[in-house]
């Protein structure tokens, strides 16, 4: 079993559409929560993070953490074309050690106008 | 400002045959990292570093060496490439180990 499980997808909307996406981890040791956005033939980019349970957002972005479920969501509201990419959840066990990162496979999610 | 900088960008190797991948960064940053990026299976670290001369396994890193000669820049050598070895190769860099990292475009290699 992967310590962190993510749904691949693929993910398909409509442009304003509310989308949530998901992970499940095994390892209650993970402190330090991340979101990546990785547009295609590009590197990832670092969108959200977070350290603790409950909700952080910023403009049309929600991270969710519920620690006691070992699940981390993303939430984007009001979706764009431009929000059409690969996202990665990534989390580690100190504070943003990235020897200790451990990343989902990545939802791709497309964002159709 | 670049960024992270990799070269080359694609690559096709034939078993056996070896090569270097070379990452650049220019924001003097610490930290250099190896990711590679498989489909379903995520990235996964290869080798770090945490200063010029200094590096250290992640994951995955046999059948990899690295060098850090200089502090901006930070070396993947394959010595005897193997089919296992086709993947795409990111390089990544941060100023502590508790900052973001920035990542390159990435380094499409295909090992026949």
């Known amino acids: 079993q992967k310590e962190v499980e993510q749904d691949p997808g693929p993910l398909s909307v409509p442009e304003g559409a509310i989308v949530s996406l998901n992970c499940t981890y095994s390892?209650?040791?993970?402190?330090?929560f991340m979101w990546y956005r990785q547009y295609s033939r590009k590197g990832p980019e670092l969108l959200m993070y977070?350290?603790?349970?409950g909700n952080k957002e910023d403009g049309r972005f929600t991270a969710q953490v519920d620690k006691s479920s070992k699940y981390i969501s993303l939430f984007i509201r009001d979706s764009q074309p431009s929000d059409s990419a690969t996202y990665l959840c990534?989390?580690?066990?100190?504070?943003?050690?990235?020897?200790?990162?451990?990343f989902g496979s990545g939802t791709q999610l497309t964002v159709l106008p | 400002n670049a960024g992270v900088t990799q070269t080359p960008k694609f690559r096709v190797l034939k078993t056996g045959q070896s090569m270097t991948l070379l990452c650049a960064q220019d924001?003097?940053?610490?930290?250099m990292y190896w990711y590679r990026q498989d489909p379903g299976m995520g990235l996964r670290l290869i080798h770090y570093?945490?200063?010029?001369?200094?590096?250290a396994k992640g994951e995955v890193p046999d059948g990899y060496n690295v060098s850090r000669l200089k502090k901006q820049n930070f070396l993947l050598g394959l010595e005897s490439a193997a089919p296992s070895q086709t993947s795409v190769y990111f390089c990544?860099?941060?100023?502590?180990?508790?900052?973001?990292?920035?990542f390159g475009n990435g380094t499409r290699l295909t090992v026949t």
């Open positions: 977070t350290y603790s349970s």
């Open positions: 570093s945490v200063g010029e001369g200094t590096t």
């Open positions: 390892n209650s040791a993970f402190q330090y």
């Open positions: 924001m003097n940053h610490e930290y």
């Open positions: 990544a860099s941060s100023r502590s180990g508790d900052s973001p990292l920035h």
């Open positions: 990534a989390m580690s066990l100190v504070s943003g050690s990235a020897r200790q990162l451990t």
